[in-house]
């Protein structure tokens, strides 16, 4: 599409729904801008090395499920 064709029909919209065009357009251009930080930064590996657990019996039926099996 067209910008002009786009400005043209953003022209029609009334007044108060070309806020939420507005807004709408800064959301998508704040969802797609990566701050320059990120994209520089490798990810480190190991980060949570020890700092989360799983209970021994993870894999043991739940008792909220006895009627089910």
Do not use: C, H, W
């Not at 953003?10 to 709408?24: G, H, L, M, T």
């Not at 657990?53 to 009627?67: E, N, S, T, V």
């Amino acid at each position: 599409m067209a910008q002009n064709q786009l400005l043209e029909k953003v022209r029609k919209i009334p007044p108060a729904y070309q806020q939420e065009v507005e807004d709408f357009i800064d959301f998508i251009l704040t969802k797609k801008r990566v701050p320059s930080e990120q994209r520089k930064m490798p990810r480190k590996i190991g980060l949570l090395k020890g700092k989360l657990q799983m209970a021994d019996d993870f894999d043991a039926p739940l008792d909220d499920f006895k009627d089910y099996m």
